[in-house]
């Protein structure tokens, strides 16, 4: 995993994993479909402990390139299941797994503003949700009147 952190990273800071990014066991090239767009979902369950005790800068760089190309609006939280910094897909099973590293990452670091960071995005989910069942969107930005049950 050392080797993954430190050499399997693009020019962003971004680890090469995603359901966009593949790599090439026989080539040693990192490739992929669809722009090679980093993603990060709940469902994964990244165990940052683990990757901590492994190389904690490769970590800490990772979770500040979230919050720079995820986190698309660093007010209200929006954020884009890709990496471009632009609106798009705010799903909150990737808002989930970045909350969860970010709180990760105020744990670490001993740092609040992670955790507020982390807040943030919860925040967004929170105030976007159906008031009469407290249920939130899947995808908010795409689904303006429907309010459903999340796996987060």
């Avoid at 090439?24 to 090679?36: A, F, I, L, R, S």
Wanted: charged share 20%; hydrophobic share 40%.
């Amino acid at each position: 995993m050392d080797y993954y952190m430190t050499h399997l990273v693009d020019e962003k800071g971004l680890f090469w994993w995603g359901w966009h990014r593949h790599y090439d066991v026989y080539t040693d090239q990192m490739t992929g479909h669809g722009g090679n767009v980093h993603e990060l979902h709940a469902m994964h369950c990244i165990d940052w402990f683990r990757l901590w005790e492994i190389n904690p800068p490769a970590v800490q760089r990772e979770i500040e390139a979230i919050w720079e190309w995820h986190v698309i609006d660093k007010v209200t939280g929006e954020t884009d299941r890709h990496d471009s910094q632009q609106p798009g897909c705010d799903f909150s099973m990737s808002a989930g797994a970045y909350l969860y590293a970010f709180a990760f990452l105020s744990y670490q670091l001993q740092d609040s503003k992670w955790l507020d960071r982390a807040k943030l995005l919860a925040n967004y989910y929170w105030h976007r949700r159906n008031p009469a069942t407290d249920f939130f969107r899947t995808v908010p930005m795409l689904e303006p009147t429907v309010s459903m049950v999340n796996t987060l």
